[in-house]
């Protein structure tokens, strides 16, 4: 959503791990068919309207995904924080805790800083701010509508807000989520993704 437009995407995504990553766009029909195949750390795109296939570069993870105010690397969670980023207790409360994140000396991240809010009772992240490698706040990711699935409790609602333009933002709601589905890696190939 910008300031004078806004557009809803309704889309099916399946994933495997942390290395593994399909989204296809289901509506609207102006949009249909496109996809995104994330394979360990290869990135492709699918734009049925040209049948084209194209390779997404490393230096584009921390673009735009679809026009949206979520990256590439959000889309597809290639950045693994927990590989990728030394953790510090910045503080906590009866209810949260804060944890800072800063990207260690060797990984090739988009992101500064990255600092979460957990809730400590269900071990899920309420907000998460987005810092530049000058340590200033680029954005603040929400998360709400908390549900039990299968035995994890999810957030199933994600609101992402950039701080240079406010009265913009993207909005990602889980309509439903399934971890029980039993898929196999060969899934995740450019045939597949072409697929419409």
Same mark, same amino acid.
């Not at 570069?57 to 026009?67: F, I, K, L, N």
């Not at 490698?133 to 409790?153: L, N, S, W, Y």
């Given at each position: &959503?910008?300031?004078? +437009? ?15 990553f399909?989204?296809? !766009?289901?509506?609207?029909? &102006?949009?249909?068919? @496109? ?5 360990? #750390? ?6 049925? &309207? ?5 390779? @997404?570069?490393?230096s584009?993870?921390?673009?735009? +995904? ?7 690397n ?5 950045? &693994? ?13 009866d209810?949260? +805790?804060? *944890?800072?994140? !800063? ?7 988009? +992101?500064? $800083? *990255? !600092? ?6 269900? $071990? ?11 340590? !200033?706040?680029? $954005? ?12 994890r #409790? @999810?957030? /199933?609602?994600?609101a992402?807000?950039p ?8 909005? /990602?709601h ?23």
């Amino acid at each position: &959503k910008t300031e004078h +437009w806004e557009r809803n995407l309704e889309m099916n995504a399946v994933s495997l791990g942390r290395d593994h990553f399909l989204v296809r !766009i289901e509506e609207p029909p &102006k949009e249909k068919g @496109v996809a995104t195949l994330k394979v360990e #750390q290869e990135v492709w795109n699918y734009l049925p &309207k040209v049948d084209r296939v194209i390779k @997404v570069p490393p230096s584009m993870m921390g673009g735009s +995904w679809m026009g949206s105010h979520i990256t590439n690397n959000d889309l597809v969670k290639a950045a &693994k924080v927990d590989e990728d980023y030394n953790f510090e207790l910045l503080g906590e409360t009866d209810a949260t +805790w804060r *944890i800072d994140c !800063i990207p260690k000396p060797e990984a090739a991240v988009v +992101w500064g $800083r *990255i !600092i979460y809010l957990v809730e400590k009772a269900r $071990r899920v992240p309420l907000t998460v701010d987005y810092f530049d490698e000058d340590g !200033i706040k680029v $954005r603040t990711i929400t998360f709400d509508d908390v549900q039990e699935i299968d035995g994890r #409790q @999810v957030p /199933m609602r994600m609101a992402v807000q950039p701080l240079e333009t406010p009265q913009e933002s993207t909005v /990602m709601h889980y309509s439903e989520l399934d971890f029980g589905i039993d898929i196999e890696t060969s899934f995740f190939s450019l045939r597949n993704l072409r697929r419409r």
